[in-house]
């Protein structure tokens, strides 16, 4: 199994419309989490970090459930530049290797007009 | 600032070829790392340092190698490479490895490498 899961898409999202997704993650322990975009064939970018008690970032909202293990994304109003392949990351501060990301392998979203 | 720099952008290398990728970063950021990204696989850590003068494996090391040569830079190095290491490889860089739980990495914009 996956450290960290999510459905691969693709969301096919009318533009203005709401989309929201989850990734799901096995390590109870792990301690931080992110939201990374990503453009056909770019470099990861941080969209947001996620906060224990949810936090919103203008059209973007982002949710943790620990007792669940997933975190979710939603995206309101979505423009057109939203389409892009949403990458979830969880960091597991409390192994040996403070260091290691572990990433779902994307959630693509397709913004039509 | 240039951020995460990475040579070369693209490579076609015969099996049994060795290479090396180079990354810099200007940020000062004690940690770097090294990722490959597969179709449907999502990124996966090769070798990442945690500060300059250590190097330590991630989840996929096999038939690589690495170093740290200084803060700057970190590369990673293809002895005799093989179809199976056809990928897309991002190095990264982040700012508190330990200070902080929400350190943001910084990718540079990638590798693309065939392996025939």
């Known amino acids: 199994r996956k450290e960290v899961e999510q459905d691969p898409g693709p969301f096919n999202v009318p533009e203005g419309a709401t989309v929201a997704f989850n990734c799901t993650y096995s390590?109870?322990?792990?301690?931080?989490f992110f939201w990374y975009r990503q453009d056909c064939r770019k470099e990861p970018k941080l969209l947001m970090s996620?906060?224990?008690s949810g936090n919103e970032d203008g059209r973007f909202t982002a949710q943790l459930n620990r007792a669940s293990q997933y975190i979710s994304l939603l995206i309101r109003d979505s423009k057109l530049s939203d389409s892009a392949t949403y990458l979830c990351?969880?960091?597991?501060?409390?192994?040996?290797?403070?260091?290691?990301?572990?990433f779902g392998a994307g959630t693509q979203v397709v913004v039509t007009p | 600032n240039a951020g995460v720099t990475q040579t070369p952008k693209f490579q076609v290398l015969k099996t049994g070829q060795s290479m090396t990728l180079q990354c810099a970063q200007d940020?000062?950021?004690?940690?770097m790392y090294w990722y490959r990204q597969d179709p449907g696989m999502g990124l996966r850590l090769i070798y990442y340092?945690?500060?300059?003068?250590?190097?330590d494996k991630g989840e996929v090391p096999n038939g690589y190698n690495v170093s740290r040569l200084n803060k700057r830079e970190f590369s990673l190095r293809l002895e005799s490479a093989a179809p199976s290491q056809t990928s897309v490889y991002f190095c990264?860089?982040?700012?508190?490895?330990?200070?902080?739980?929400?350190?943001?990495?910084?990718f540079g914009p990638g590798t693309r490498l065939t392996v025939l």
């Open positions: 990264a860089s982040s700012s508190k490895p330990r200070d902080s739980l929400y350190n943001e990495q910084f």
């Open positions: 390590n109870s322990a792990s301690q931080s």
């Open positions: 996620v906060y224990s």
């Open positions: 990351v969880v960091n597991d501060r409390t192994t040996d290797s403070w260091g290691k990301f572990q």
């Open positions: 940020m000062n950021h004690n940690s």
């Open positions: 340092s945690a500060s300059e003068g250590t190097t």
